[in-house]
């Protein structure tokens, strides 16, 4: 329900967690959101013990609902069948991710064989309530709530949404009942965003196989979630939250639909990044409690100052495709510029340190050479595909954020009271002239998309010469 997401919600307080002692008996409510769309809508959730499934399936057969059953997951739904509109698929593919969700957290299958979920795909709200299968005390959610292993979700018509929010919704049962999930909210919600996001991808047989994508490739992957775009437009409009914001429980915040966005890309930061995803992991195993920020910020070598660098780095460039592999950043501090200086722009890696570092106003110029390979082109007549090339002014062939592609981008990482933290471009092209946003080193690469990077090659050989 709507007005349910702006209001703050209950988390008990540290003293009462202590009586509750187990956390499995911790019936608190939590809301959840769930991101139909970007309309913001609470689904809400509560750590509990898994409760028996078979009761409820009876109930729902002599009630009519129409009941459909995998190994993990019993859904009953009033939908009518209708053929094309992959309902059918769902317990299927709910397995086919919990093997998936068991991975991440190191639990061996074999030991949660019986664990099942009860979800409702829920049309109209009156049948569920009449059958008993929709409780008074469950809040009148508009896409999904979940409740120990039992979830509601209201039916979607995008079959992809339909898909993506039983899974969100399913993770959220999975984390509630087999790791007695209590978290701050962003983990909680990123958590079941990070599960939750997939592609289907066809098998021999023409079965569509869940595929776990928590950064999606392309934009087609993942239809009508628009969590990127969203990242992207709080970005331009200078009003993106900071991982200091993100990560403490903002219960005020939880209609800010760009809050969840940032919860998803925090998750994702600390799962994939090299220098966080060992860490996260090992925390990730451990207990997942009200202290879960706390234990994060003690683990031996994890750097919350650097973290949250990095998240800035993250949204100022985050895009599909986005491998953060490819795309880390070294961060240190260079040498000042006393000579003229070599440097390279490897056209397969994001932003690189030149080693150069200059003072704020201090003078450069910077020459490039060479060309650099950005993925092939198919000309239908040809044998081959073709091999597309740049030099350092760049190709109209292709424009990214407002550039042609292969341009060479020279930058510093800039922090003011006054705009939020970022690459800020100071020069562009084979010869730029550059004057020093700040004290710092200068940063170079070639204009392309993040998703389009693997396939190229070759670097521009720079000169950095002092003015
Ligand atoms: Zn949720």
């Not at 995803?277 to 003690?298: H, S, T, V």
């Not at 597309?388 to 424009?399: C, F, N, P, Y």
Request: hydrophobic fraction near 45%.
């Amino acid at each position: 329900m709507e007005s349910e997401v702006g209001l703050p919600h209950a988390l008990p307080g540290p003293g009462r967690l202590g009586e509750l002692g187990s956390m499995k008996n911790v019936r608190t409510p939590v809301p959840l959101l769930c991101m139909a769309i970007w309309v913001a809508a609470g689904d809400g959730g509560r750590a509990a013990d898994a409760i028996a499934v078979a009761p409820l399936t009876a109930t729902a057969r002599r009630a009519e609902l129409r009941v459909l059953e995998g190994r993990h997951l019993v859904l009953a739904t009033d939908r009518p069948p209708r053929p094309g509109d992959g309902v059918d698929d769902l317990p299927r593919i709910f397995d086919e991710a919990f093997a998936c969700w068991c991975v991440h957290y190191g639990i061996d299958p074999a030991t949660v064989g019986d664990w099942r979920a009860f979800g409702c795909l829920v049309v109209d709200r009156e049948r569920f309530r009449a059958a008993g299968l929709l409780p008074a005390t469950i809040p009148d959610f508009m896409n999904g709530f979940c409740d120990g292993n039992r979830f509601w979700m209201a039916d979607q018509s995008n079959p992809d949404y339909r898909r993506h929010l039983l899974l969100h919704e399913g993770a959220h049962a999975f984390t509630l009942t087999l790791r007695d999930l209590a978290t701050p909210d962003w983990y909680t919600e990123g958590i079941a965003e990070f599960l939750a996001t997939h592609r289907l991808e066809r098998d021999a047989a023409g079965v569509g196989r869940f595929v776990h994508a928590p950064l999606p490739a392309r934009r087609g992957d993942v239809e009508q979630l628009g969590r990127i775009e969203e990242l992207r437009k709080t970005r331009a409009a200078g009003v993106s939250p900071r991982l200091a914001d993100v990560i403490v429980a903002a219960p005020g915040k939880h209609g800010d639909i760009a809050a969840y966005a940032s919860r998803w890309a925090a998750v994702v930061l600390f799962a994939r990044h090299p220098e966080f995803a060992r860490l996260f992991a090992a925390a990730e195993r451990g207990p997942l409690d009200a202290d879960f920020n706390a234990r994060l910020a003690a683990l031996p070598g994890w750097d919350m100052a650097r973290a949250a660098r990095e998240y800035d780095a993250f949204i100022d460039d985050v895009d599909y495709g986005y491998d953060f592999d490819r795309l880390a950043i070294d961060w240190s501090p260079g040498r000042p510029l006393v000579a003229p200086a070599a440097a390279a722009a490897d056209a397969a890696r994001g932003w690189q340190n030149t080693g150069v570092a200059l003072q704020a106003g201090g003078r450069c110029r910077l020459t490039s050479r060479g060309r650099v390979r950005l993925g092939t082109a198919h000309d239908p007549a040809a044998p081959a595909a073709t091999p597309i090339e740049s030099e350092a002014d760049g190709i109209s062939l292709g424009w990214y954020r407002g550039r042609p592609v292969g341009t060479l981008l020279v930058a510093q990482w800039v922090e003011t009271a006054t705009e939020p933290p970022g690459f800020r471009i100071l020069g562009t092209g084979a010869a730029a002239e550059i004057t020093a946003a700040t004290a710092g080193p200068l940063f170079v690469r070639v204009n392309d998309a993040p998703g389009d990077r693997a396939d190229n090659a070759g670097a521009y050989a720079l000169t950095i010469a002092p003015r």
